[in-house]
């Protein structure tokens, strides 16, 4: 099966700095990749995606980067505010089957 | 995206009993998945809930210990069974997005077993 591998656990930022969070997948039939935001207590937010047919995608203060042939997706934001800190996951989806990275808890500081 | 419910929010139960927890979408679907949180952990997923036939159960997770009905398109749940408190988790629902592989979360139930 599908394995994802996320780095780092864990990262500090200073407000205003940006913070990338690289993962890794196994299976080259997976084609879509979604990162997911979860705060304290809270559900999964799906905060952007990229298909295998895309190299980079944007919304905002975040992008997403993908190459396949290294097999490894990336997760940048920009100009982070206190609001980003939480707990993003990486993922990786063959056939709407979803393997998780182990997560990445962003902490901003004001 | 479709709002989702859960049924209950969080709970605690005796070692051996059984709970189940509800799933509502307010517009039909066709994938519905459920999934298993551990505290401080990631998401692991338990299986995919398939209406009309059984569910399709990952490595690890078996139907005896996780019974999941699916009578329709907008509704599903899952049974956690003879719990011990290793089932302590949060357990979520999820539903794919209008036909593409996108998948949005329900709120979760927290349970905690004794």
């Known amino acids: 099966g599908e394995n994802v591998e996320q780095h780092p656990s864990t990262l500090s930022v200073q407000e205003g700095d940006s913070a990338v969070i690289k993962c890794t997948y196994s299976?080259?039939?997976?084609?879509?990749f979604p990162w997911y935001k979860q705060e304290l207590g809270k559900r999964p937010q799906l905060i952007i995606d990229?298909?295998?047919?895309?190299g980079e995608k944007k919304d905002q203060r975040i992008a997403v980067t993908l190459n396949k042939t290294a097999k490894h997706f990336s997760l940048h934001i920009t100009e982070t505010q206190p609001e980003d800190s939480a707990v993003y996951f990486c993922?990786?989806?063959?056939?709407?089957?979803?393997?998780f990275g182990a997560g990445t808890t962003v902490t901003v500081r004001a | 995206s479709a709002v989702i419910s859960q049924k209950p929010s969080r709970d605690i139960c005796q070692r051996g009993t059984s709970l189940t927890i509800q799933c509502q979408v307010d517009?039909?679907?066709?994938?519905m998945f459920w999934y298993r949180q551990q505290p401080g952990q990631s998401l692991t997923l338990i299986a995919t809930?398939?209406?009309?036939?059984?569910?399709?159960?990952e490595s690890g997770f078996v139907i005896d210990k996780f019974p999941i009905s699916r009578p329709n398109l907008t509704f599903s749940t899952l049974t956690v069974s003879n719990m011990s408190p290793e089932d302590s988790s949060i357990y979520l629902c999820?539903?794919?997005?209008?036909?593409?592989?996108?998948?949005?979360f329900g709120p979760g139930t927290r349970l905690l077993v004794l």
């Open positions: 999820s539903v794919e997005g209008r036909g593409e592989e996108t998948q949005y």
């Open positions: 299976d080259s039939a997976s084609n879509y």
């Open positions: 990229i298909r295998s047919n895309v």
């Open positions: 993922a990786a989806s063959d056939d709407y089957k979803l393997s």
């Open positions: 517009s039909q679907v066709t994938m």
């Open positions: 809930a398939n209406q009309g036939s059984e569910a399709t159960y």
